[in-house]
């Protein structure tokens, strides 16, 4: 299966500061990518789709504006959390889609806490 | 609305068998999956089914009935390091995960 890289692995960051949480594909060209967030004894929620060399697409309730995705390459998207507050403490997930639909292949997670 | 349920705590004893349950409720269906997610990481592909039936690979098992709307994930042997949360997931007709709130498992010496 294809591996996914996160980084960082975790992060503290003070509130009103911003964070940028990278997802690599190592040896996979990823057209697509998908960020979840989890919190803690909860399942993972989606928050965006994230497409090569277009605009992501955000889930309902999702602020396309605090949460900026890029996917500049097909091996790389990142997500920036802008103005972090307390609340957006969270477990972070990217994962990628594989050669067949089917397929999903997850990073191991960016634990996100801010102060 | 889609649904998915699993129970949310279980708890087993090593070396015993243990069934995990899932019911769904989705717009389409392109096949159910279940991860296996240890505290603070990230979840593990266990299995996928797509058409009825019993899927087995090695000590784990997965069923599968599209008419009834359930499946579930079959655990033998259980072991120490099998204690972990258990995520149902199924893709539904445009291809997006669906997940379930995850079933935490215990077991116990």
């Known amino acids: 299966g294809a591996v996914v890289s996160q980084h960082p692995s975790w992060v503290i960051c003070k509130s009103g500061t911003s964070v940028k949480i990278e997802c690599r594909s190592l040896?996979?060209?990823?057209?697509?990518m998908f960020w979840y967030r989890q919190f803690p004894k909860q399942s993972l929620m989606l928050m965006a789709t994230?497409?090569?060399?277009?605009?992501?697409?955000?889930e309902q309730g999702v602020e396309k504006d605090k949460f900026l995705i890029n996917h500049a390459s097909l091996t790389l998207s990142t997500l920036t959390v802008t103005s972090a507050h307390p609340e957006d403490s969270s477990f972070y997930i990217c994962?990628?889609?594989?050669?067949?639909?089917?397929?999903?292949?997850f990073g191991p997670g960016t634990r996100l806490t801010v102060t | 609305g889609q649904n998915i349920d699993q129970p949310t705590e279980m708890t087993a004893t090593e070396g015993a068998i243990v069934q995990i349950n899932c019911t769904y409720q989705?717009?389409?269906?392109?096949?159910l999956f279940w991860y296996q997610q240890h505290a603070g990481e990230a979840p593990t592909f266990l299995s996928y089914n797509v058409l009825d039936g019993l899927e087995e690979k090695g000590r784990f098992s997965s069923f599968l009935s599209r008419s009834k709307g359930y499946s579930y994930l079959l655990l033998k042997e259980l072991q120490m390091k099998d204690s972990a949360s258990y995520l149902c997931?199924?893709?539904?007709?445009?291809?997006?995960?669906?997940w379930g709130a995850g079933t935490k498992l215990i077991i116990k010496p």
């Open positions: 994962s990628q889609r594989g050669g067949e639909p089917y397929e999903q292949y």
């Open positions: 989705t717009s389409g269906f392109n096949g």
């Open positions: 994230s497409n090569e060399g277009s605009k992501a697409t955000y």
């Open positions: 040896d996979f060209q990823a057209t697509t």
């Open positions: 997931a199924v893709m539904d007709s445009n291809y997006q995960l669906i």
